[in-house]
Nanobody, 123 residues
């Protein structure tokens, strides 16, 4: 079992920045891909990006490329989502997720989920 605990989020003005954290505990010795997703009211949960166990390979949705950055601190079993140039359309509940094996952009392929954190971007 893998447990994911998120922190960060909040209210920010358009153009501002936020950093989300996701700390993993439990069975994390094997290769784990960490993903970020978001869900706005009335919308389906959408892929934001992901990072491999090594932290050397990242993948991003087109909507956030150039603005969001995912990083990983394996010593602390923590992944980060640095969000710059935030837009009102980025407003959503953000979730981190984990799966064993390769990167996927589909939410149902992830086995473990954080509790979610609200990000609100005002204009």
């Amino acid at each position: 079992q893998v447990q994911l605990v998120q922190s960060g989020g909040g209210l920010v003005q358009a153009g501002g920045s936020l950093r989300l954290s996701c700390a993993a505990s439990g069975r994390t010795a094997s290769s784990i891909t960490m993903g970020w997703f978001r869900q706005a009211p009335g919308q389906e949960r959408a892929y934001v990006g992901s990072i491999t166990t090594s932290g050397l390979t990242t993948d991003y949705a087109d909507s956030v490329k150039g603005r969001f950055t995912i990083s990983r601190d394996n010593a602390k079993n923590t992944v980060f989502l640095q969000m710059n140039g935030l837009k009102p359309e980025d407003t959503a509940v953000y979730y981190c997720a984990a799966k064993f094996g390769p990167v996927h952009a589909v939410p149902v392929l992830y086995d473990y989920w954080g509790q979610g954190t609200q990000v609100t971007v005002s204009s």
